[in-house]
């Protein structure tokens, strides 16, 4: 079992910046991809960014540019630096890894950006 726990959420205006931490316990084998969606509400849940353990990246088109994921393996630890935030980005956080072919969430951080 891994648990996966969230911080850095919060209210913040339009242009402004948040970062995000993702801190994993519990693996007894190294974690392989981490990522970070999020659900906006009457939305479905969707991919943010995912980054693998050799540090390959991924983004949505929408946050290309601004949002930055990064990992510290020795921490098990994923962040998500957020700039430039725009009200469209408001929405609940989720953290996800993958251990042993199973996907683990994290609770979720709310992200509200005012315009």
């Known amino acids: 079992q891994v648990q996966l726990v969230e911080s850095g959420g919060g209210l913040v205006q339009a242009g402004g910046s948040l970062r995000l931490s993702c801190a994993a316990s519990?693996?007894?084998?190294?974690?392989?991809?981490m990522g970070w969606y999020r659900q906006a509400p009457g939305k479905q849940r969707e991919l943010v960014a995912t980054?693998?353990?050799?540090?390959?990246?991924n983004y949505a088109d929408s946050v290309k540019g601004r949002f930055t994921i990064s990992r510290d393996n020795a921490k098990n630890t994923v962040y998500l630096q957020m700039n430039n935030l725009k009200p469209e980005d408001t929405a609940v956080y989720y953290c996800?890894?993958?251990?042993?072919?199973?996907?683990?969430w994290g609770q979720g951080t709310q992200v509200t950006v005012s315009s």
């Open positions: 980054i693998s353990r050799g540090g390959n990246t």
């Open positions: 519990g693996s007894t084998f190294p974690i392989n991809a």
């Open positions: 996800k890894a993958d251990y042993l072919l199973s996907p683990y």
